[in-house]
């Protein structure tokens, strides 16, 4: 599973890298690979970060099924006027 | 299957089409269920508020743009006959740089409400009085002395980059830079968005448009003044009333600033007139509050429009560099687009936003967008429908007219050639459902006003806007009165006819008519939890809550009617607002009214209600605006001529209201690109602050915005909606500016296009 990281969580926890490896059927369980491998990732992506999967993008993302998604992509949350 | 309507509805002798058929109440046009009250004078608004013993405020504001704050002398204001309280940021609660959640910063935030020990714009709060008369309050807060020691401002972006320039914030550390900053910064924030190799691919480009663009601070304008009224009690719970965008929104902010938990205040909406995301936060509650904690007597504080131009709002201006390639065909090969954005004096502006909306109607494999959140000493920026797309679209859009007059070609055949379809995937990564920018654009090449000759000195310019829209949590409760009408309960705050798109989803789910339900805002204690109104995301989720609830108020009256008739519920169904028994023809269908009578017998009271997350299904918006425009050559004197809206709305619950907000957004965005701007002295002092020096566009500037509905149906709403209110403002300014330049035959880069600007391009 490929996971993508915004720039300020890729420059803070990753070295630079904004493309990540992850395995999991559920986003949490991804979430928990990316966490032991960066240590703080996660909470990190739990302020103000959206999750892009396919066609939606989730805020308050959570156990989402992820065992048919080709990519996971993290950006900033939805805000809006 | 989409459709394109309002135009078609003047069609004399005009057949409804299969999908119209399909509701009774959706689509239709009925009277506003608040319109009577709103029209006769009788709604009340945050500033109508009336309470027994209720004290006046008013607020020390700084006369400095930048300056730290050494001593506050409230003495004498303090002895003047009937002020019974002064507060400062001491009075609020403690909190640190790291009191954050994902939506707001509370330390900044309680920075902003009331000044620390820096004053960071001209106009921000340092101190606030409570008085038994509006002119006693006024003239205490006159006679508070403020020592400074004066810094220099920092008022635009390229102040603020250089170096050795003063530093606004010393706990703001660039973020997103390759390597950790270390030193503070008035550059908060660096954001990335990357699809593909944009720098490799430029070199396949054979034509490039390559520029920069700039824009300024301007202000949602909203009519109605920031007001509220609290009350605190000596129990230590707290009511206020005020107008906002969102009363849970409200509590939770005016708890964490004044120390207290959240289910000890209460929140009761009033009408609001005029947010457009400006009354997505707060200024004046936990002063109101805190000021009541400290009298025993309620407070009201309502804001004059010159506070609300020096300290509220506004939105970002910024600067654009927008780098895009094609080749000869006018297919897009590449395009790259660097975002500078004020965010005031906190950080956080829109410019990720700008970043992910910039490019999103087009189908480009390689795009990168870069982004800098940049402090300046002015207001902190506050949401403005669309939030950070009308400058990142006013650059894209005015760079793909400038490609098209290369290529000779027309430019919405260059859209049409690039535009995003079901499948493509845009810069930040999602891949598009059923979208209608395809439709919008063909229903602009099909229109009449596409087809109009134009003068000497006119222009015709075009432009496209996108906007995400959003879920999020929504609450809703369905009531059945005794007299078998219907009470229809949210927690949104009403900003743009949603009373009436929720009683219509209502009524059409239940199958009864739209004046047997009443629709209410409810305050915070009397519905649960809802995000605030805003990011086109309420006739969409919160529409959804109350179809859910109005089902699970049809589930209880089968139920209901089946005990009745003594039946099993399984043989009862809903049809056209009645409860049937499908296998027994001898027993009449029972209505809502008859239900309603029934109620008591059968179990009690009966309603229905419904607490969701909408995470999905929240339809991308897209619109195409045309905008035609004179130019006097002799003043540089713009006037838009003709001005036509179009968009893809998913399906319009109530078309009048979704006419209005496309041309609401329309009329703001043309505001933005002709006129509006924020004009500061030397000083950092805002010079024009009301609105014959600040010009929003009015009806005789105006001519009457015509609107195209394109509606292709959104797949994750059981009516097929999309948000609206976001998308229509982020075309304007590009659909001007091209306007302007075709007009003159000279590129116009720098909003607002005042007549001088004009001038001295056509000499």
């Known amino acids: ?81 | 299957m989409s459709s394109v309507r309002t135009e078609e509805l003047t069609r004399p002798n005009r057949k409804a089409t299969e999908e119209e058929n399909k509701f009774k109440v959706i689509g239709t046009r009925p009277v506003r269920p608040d319109g009577i009250d709103k029209v006769t004078g009788k709604a009340n608004f945050g500033a109508d508020i009336v309470l027994n013993g209720m004290l006046y405020g008013a607020i020390h504001r700084s006369k400095h743009a930048h300056a730290l704050i050494k001593k506050v002398d409230v003495s004498k204001a303090l002895k003047l006959e009937g002020v019974k309280s002064i507060i400062t940021h001491s009075d609020l609660a403690t909190l640190k740089p790291t009191d954050k959640n994902s939506n707001v910063n509370f330390f900044d935030l309680a920075r902003n409400v009331l000044a620390k020990d820096k004053v960071l714009y001209d106009g921000h709060a340092i101190a606030a009085v409570a008085a038994i008369s509006q002119t006693i309050a006024n003239e205490a807060a006159r006679l508070i002395e403020v020592e400074y020691k004066i810094l220099k401002p920092v008022m635009n972006i390229k102040t603020a980059e250089k170096k050795n320039t003063p530093i606004i914030d010393k706990n703001i550390f660039t973020e997103g830079l390759k390597e950790p900053a270390k030193k503070p910064s008035n550059i908060a924030k660096k954001v990335e968005f990357l699809l593909g190799d944009p720098d490799k691919t430029f070199e396949q480009a054979e034509i490039v448009v390559d520029r920069k663009y700039s824009t300024q601070t301007v202000h949602q304008g909203y009519i109605e003044p920031h007001a509220c009224a609290a009350s605190y009690t000596k129990d230590n719970q707290a009511t206020i009333w005020c107008s906002s965008q969102g009363a849970f929104m409200v509590r939770a902010y005016t708890a964490k600033l004044c120390g207290l938990e959240t289910s000890k205040i209460k929140v009761i909406p009033a009408e609001i007139g005029g947010g457009f995301g400006g009354k997505t936060t707060i200024y004046l509650e936990p002063l109101a509050v805190k000021l009541s904690e400290k009298t025993g007597r309620p407070v009201k504080i309502v804001m004059n429009r010159t506070e609300v131009m020096r300290a509220t709002g506004p939105t970002s201006g910024g600067t654009a560099h927008v780098k895009l390639g094609a080749d000869k065909k006018g297919n897009f090969i590449a395009g790259l687009i660097e975002l500078k954005y004020e965010a005031g004096a906190f950080a956080g502006s829109p410019v990720g936003l700008g970043c992910m909306t910039a490019f999103a109607p087009y189908n480009l494999k390689h795009v990168k967008c870069t982004g800098w959140d940049v402090l300046v000493n002015r207001p902190k920026a506050a949401a403005y429908r669309a939030p950070g797309a009308p400058v990142a679209a006013f650059a894209v859009e005015s760079a793909i007219d400038e490609l098209a007059s290369k290529l000779q070609m027309d430019p919405i055949h260059l859209r049409l050639k690039n535009c995003a379809t079901e499948g493509t995937t845009a810069p930040y990564g999602v891949t598009f459902d059923k979208i209608g920018h395809k439709e919008c654009l063909e229903a602009a090449l099909n229109s009449n006003h596409y087809r109009k000759k134009l003068k000497p000195y006119q222009g015709r310019g075009i432009a496209s806007g996108f906007w995400f829209n959003i879920g999020g949590n929504s609450s809703a409760e369905i009531m059945i009165n005794e007299d078998g009408n219907v009470t229809v309960a949210t927690g949104n705050p009403d900003i743009g006819g949603s009373r009436a798109s929720m009683a219509m989803m209502a009524a059409e789910t239940l199958g009864i008519n739209m004046e047997n339900v009443k629709p209410i805002v409810a305050d915070t204690e009397s519905i649960p939890y809802s995000d605030l109104t805003g990011g086109s995301r309420v006739t969409f989720a919160t529409g959804k809550a109350v179809i859910e609830a109005a089902e699970d108020m049809i589930t209880e009256m089968c139920k209901r009617a089946a005990k009745f008739w003594k039946v099993d519920p399984a043989q009862v169904e809903w049809k056209n607002g009645k409860a049937i028994c499908i296998e027994r023809t001898d027993i009449e269908p029972m209505s809502m009214k008859q239900i309603a009578k029934i109620a008591f017998k059968t179990g009690g009271a009966i309603s229905g209600k419904a607490n969701i997350n909408v995470k999905k299904g929240a339809g991308p918006g897209f619109g195409l605006h045309i905008c035609d425009v004179e130019v006097d050559p002799e003043t540089g004197r713009v006037t838009v001529l003709k001005y036509t809206a179009i968009q893809d709305v998913g399906k319009a619950i109530h078309p009048s209201y979704v006419e209005g907000q496309l041309q609401g957004g329309a009329a703001q965005g043309i505001g933005w690109a002709l006129n509006e701007e924020y004009v500061y002295s030397k000083d950092g002092n805002l010079m024009n602050t009301g609105f014959l020096d600040y010009r929003i566009p009015v009806a005789s500037d105006l001519p009457m915005i015509e609107t195209i509905l394109v509606e292709v149906p959104n797949p994750g709403h059981p009516f097929g909606v999309r948000g609206v209110g976001e998308t229509p403002i982020v075309p304007p300014l590009g659909a001007v500016a091209n306007a302007v330049s075709n007009a003159i035959g000279r590129r116009m880069t720098d909003l607002p296009l005042n007549p001088i600007k004009i001038l001295s391009e056509i000499g």
């Open chain 1, 1 to 81: 599973m490929k996971v993508f990281i915004p720039s300020q969580i890729a420059n803070g926890y990753t070295n630079g890298l904004h493309e990540l490896n992850a395995e999991g059927e559920k986003l949490d369980q991804v979430i928990r690979s990316l966490d032991d491998q960066y240590p703080g990732i996660k909470n990190a992506l739990s302020e103000g970060f959206a999750c892009a999967l396919e066609n939606e993008i989730i805020h308050d993302w959570f156990d989402e099924d992820i065992k048919d998604v080709k990519s996971v992509r993290f950006i900033p949350a939805i805000e809006g006027g």
